[in-house]
């Protein structure tokens, strides 16, 4: 039988970055367990619009759970207290009738509040531009498989390509640290032979960007992987720190 | 290599290598303390040549020093951390498995771990070492007078009085907290993790931090049983 619950939801509202925020809560009935979350805050800001409100401003794209653009922080936990998936795969009938849910924003000095549940998250572009890329130059594109590369190296570079940069990892991090989305930026390319080229360089630019843009230092509680929704494993930040440090020692 | 100074994992490193060291060091401690069980003059003798002589006192100020490195690092990773967080904080915020309680709660255990290592300061080192640098030699200790270097004669005192051996355990329990994060975290930020060692230094660190604050506990127990039947029950 089909699941219907009905809803109080606690969302922080702010009108811009400088506004000074607050918590409302909205009262939603009816709403079937098959409906995403994302669909959810639909439903809720037609409601509003209908009323006369302004609707709660959030992040979203795909929805299909690989773009990285949903946010939000449900009940404690980024992209909701469900495992491995982003917010938008995540589905109503993982709450309970009459609950009440706490809606927030990706809370850190690196994100600050655009509006509502919207969070500014062009530093992690930043970083990227700093390093997170091959240099390629131009001419014949070559073979795929000119350059042997072991399966096992291959794997890891896709676990860590993987990422999708939602920001979840600092999110979660209690020193608002983004040491797990720049060190899987690092890692699936400082694993295959055409990033290796550039690995010395990359590892110091992108750590140095991600250093200036005020995110904390890693201290190794692991909530990032926990939260991850795409299980990125902190093993990626060894092996950034050892590309650093060793980068570092050979200049 | 103001790389070490300026870059955030640099500033790790040297919270990782100063832990390492000073983890060293309580190992030597341990096993320093666990020989007076043993043979009280064994322990005095041990203490006898450490003493005021030189290489103890280079160590002891080395020592001092990578302490006080450990803390003011800490000290600025926390507050750079807490900047870094922003203002608001969460409303509902909750720890996920597998996150354990120690390793968000290091500064506040270290704290603690500093905050009694002045007690045992004042009670040890400065009656004993200190005492012999500036040329006494014999100390004050309840009502007797002893010599500096007679080590058993301090932990029998100290651990004779309750709330001290109280206050010791409780000392224990926090650096076992500080040590499970500590040892295997030190590692991950060096570098030296992968996920097949990242098991293995977990596995190492509890056992050498439940090793380390178990002969410390046993040490202290030990003694506060002893002063009981002072030497002349149970066969100790």
């Known amino acids: 039988m089909e699941k219907v619950i009905n809803i109080n939801l606690k969302i922080w509202r702010q009108k811009g970055p400088k506004a000074k925020g607050n918590f409302e809560t909205y009262k939603l009935n009816g709403i079937s367990g098959d409906t995403s979350f994302l ?157 290796r080229i550039e690995a010395a360089r990359r590892a110091k630019a992108m750590v140095a960007k991600m250093d200036e843009l005020g995110f904390g230092n890693c201290t190794n509680t692991m909530a990032c992987e926990q939260e991850c929704p795409k299980n990125i494993s902190i093993s990626n930040i060894a092996r950034m720190n050892r590309e650093f440090i060793s980068a570092k020692m050979n200049d | 290599m103001c790389w070490l100074f300026n870059s955030s994992i640099g500033k790790k490193v040297i919270m990782s290598v100063s832990g390492i060291v000073l983890v060293l060091f309580l190992l030597f401690h341990v096993s320093m303390n666990v020989t007076a069980v043993f043979s009280e003059d064994a322990y005095n003798a041990i203490c006898a040549l450490l003493g005021a002589n030189w290489y103890a006192v280079v160590a002891t100020i080395g020592l001092g020093a990578i302490i006080a490195v450990h803390f003011i690092y800490a000290s600025m990773l926390t507050l750079q951390n807490r900047k870094a967080r922003g203002n608001d904080r969460y409303a509902v915020s909750s720890r996920p498995k597998h996150v354990t309680w120690a390793s968000q709660n290091m500064f506040v255990l270290g704290i603690l771990v500093i905050g009694f290592l002045l007690l045992h300061f004042a009670q040890f080192w400065y009656k004993m070492m200190f005492s012999e ?91 506060y049983v002893k002063s009981f039947c002072n030497g002349s029950c149970c066969g100790i």
């Open chain 2, 133 to 223: 640098i500036i040329g006494h030699h014999e100390v004050q200790l309840g009502g007797s007078m002893v010599s500096p270097q007679a080590g058993a004669e301090f932990i029998k005192y100290y651990f004779s009085q309750t709330w001290i051996v109280i206050a010791y355990l409780i000392w224990y329990v926090a650096l076992w907290f500080h040590l499970s994060h500590g040892f295997w975290s030190a590692f991950q930020t060096i570098g030296w993790n992968n996920t097949i060692w990242f098991n293995r230094w977990k596995a190492v660190g509890q056992i050498m931090a439940t090793a380390i604050c178990l002969g410390f506990a046993f040490v202290t127990i030990y003694f």
């Open chain 1, 39 to 195: 669909e959810m805050l639909d439903i809720l800001n037609e409601k509003l619009i209908n009323e006369g409100q302004e609707p709660i401003v959030f992040d979203h794209d795909c929805r299909e759970g690989i773009c990285g653009m949903c946010s939000l922080y449900i009940n404690g936990h980024p992209h909701g207290p469900d495992e491995d998936i982003t917010t938008c795969q995540l589905h109503m009938r993982k709450f309970k009738d009459g609950e009440t849910i706490t809606i927030e924003p990706w809370r850190s000095a690196g994100f600050p509040v655009i509006r509502d549940l919207m969070v500014d998250r062009q530093a992690f572009d930043k970083i990227i531009q700093a390093g997170g890329y091959v240099s390629v130059n131009t001419g014949g594109v070559p073979d795929a498989n000119a350059i042997p590369i072991p399966k096992a190296k291959a794997d890891e570079a896709m676990d860590a390509a993987s990422c999708i940069g939602c920001g979840a990892c600092v999110a979660a991090c209690k020193n608002g640290s983004a040491m797990l989305f720049v060190s899987a930026k690092v890692s699936q390319l400082a694993l295959l032979p055409q990033g």
